[in-house]
């Protein structure tokens, strides 16, 4: 029983460089959700998705981009990172009612 | 646009007594979520409690409930005989109910737990 499994844990990138951050769940779960943390703050909503094929932008979208082609994944792509992108990432899935479930998080460092 | 607000940036309690955190949230949903997490510094998000806004309970999972006042617009936590691992990051949430799913957390409260 998984859960929300994230990858990769950590990732330092250069800047300019890009890639993506990888979420799959396996609850069936509709929602899913990115979000990210910088130290000693709340959690940012970046984009979320209430099915396959529909995604939203949430608070702080800009620099990012996703696709959520299967119910189970929900990748999070970051083109031409940046200093400002240095933060921890963290997808997470619900069904329609009750609890968020969260993975591990990724901390991502960009130099 | 939803916003929650938790204004206590910060708080301390004498462990085995009970503790409040407050949340008011702003939404324009008819139906939503209303969420607790815990944050400890290990990083990892606990999920504590949740309420619906169309139960009519107050939520309760065992030391934790959640004070909902509908007219009000507030989600407070009460921790009872709260407990040294209980010294954390606490996080409100609310929405992820509606047809948009858009689920919003507030900026933290940071409880210290005294022995």
């Known amino acids: 029983n998984a859960g929300v499994t994230q990858t990769p844990k950590f990732r330092i990138l250069k800047i300019g460089q890009s890639m993506t951050l990888q979420c799959t769940q396996d609850?069936?779960?509709?929602?899913m959700y990115w979000y990210r943390q910088d130290p000693g703050m709340g959690l940012k909503l970046i984009y979320y998705?209430?099915?396959?094929?529909?995604?939203d932008k949430g608070e702080v979208p800009n620099g990012y981009n996703v696709s959520r082609s299967t119910t189970e994944d929900f990748p999070l792509r970051l083109e031409l990172a940046a200093p400002s992108q240095t933060s921890v990432y963290f997808c997470?899935?619900?069904?329609?009612?009750?609890?968020?479930?969260f993975g591990q998080g990724t901390r991502l460092t960009v130099v | 646009a939803q916003k929650i607000t938790q204004t206590q940036p910060g708080m301390f309690v004498q462990e085995k007594e009970a503790v409040t955190l407050d949340c008011t949230y702003d939404?324009?949903?008819?139906?939503?979520?209303l969420f607790w997490y815990k944050q400890p510094s290990s990083g990892e998000m606990i999920f504590l409690i949740y309420?619906?806004?169309?139960?009519?309970q107050n939520a309760t999972e065992g030391r934790y409930s959640l004070n909902f006042q509908k007219a009000r617009k507030s989600a407070n936590l009460v921790i009872s005989a709260s407990q040294l691992g209980d010294s954390a990051m606490y996080f409100c949430?609310?929405?992820?109910?509606?047809?948009?799913?858009?689920?919003?957390f507030g900026q933290g409260t940071t409880l210290q737990v005294k022995p």
């Open positions: 997470a899935s619900k069904g329609f009612r009750g609890k968020g479930f």
């Open positions: 609850m069936n779960h509709n929602y």
């Open positions: 998705s209430v099915g396959a094929g529909i995604t």
């Open positions: 939404t324009s949903d008819q139906s939503y979520g």
């Open positions: 309420q619906g806004s169309y139960d009519e």
């Open positions: 949430a609310a929405g992820g109910s509606s047809n948009t799913g858009k689920l919003i």
